[in-house]
């Protein structure tokens, strides 16, 4: 933030107010992006729908894929964590993909069970 330390002892309380909030929708953020992965798995990945894939790929690129590349940016503490959970969530779409295409083979191919 590029401040000296009088200007951060003037601005402290105000700034730890503010943080307080940003912090909380920070968390409702973080349990809303986990209940929408929930709904997908329980739900539209079941299925191999093709849209939950996208969805879930654009969904994870703006939350934590964004949300690591800021913490880099930044040079934040909590920058490798958050990039754990970016590849977590882009390994969770690419097996998604992979099983979507062996359901669809097997499918497709006579004598087996789909």
Do not use: C
């Not at 191999?48 to 994870?60: F, L, S």
């Amino acid at each position: 933030m590029s401040l000296t330390p009088a200007e951060l002892q003037s601005v402290g309380p105000r700034l730890t107010s503010w943080l307080t909030h940003v912090f909380r929708v920070m968390g409702g953020y973080v349990a809303a992006t986990g209940a929408l992965a929930l709904t997908l798995v329980a739900t539209s990945f079941r299925g191999h729908h093709p849209v939950a894939a996208v969805g879930a790929g654009v969904a994870g690129g703006l939350s934590i894929g964004l949300m690591a590349a800021v913490n880099f940016m930044i040079h934040s503490d909590f920058k490798w964590v958050l990039l754990g959970m970016a590849l977590v969530w882009g390994t969770s779409i690419a097996t998604f993909v992979r099983e979507s295409a062996l359901a669809s083979k097997a499918a497709t191919e006579p004598g087996t069970k789909p």
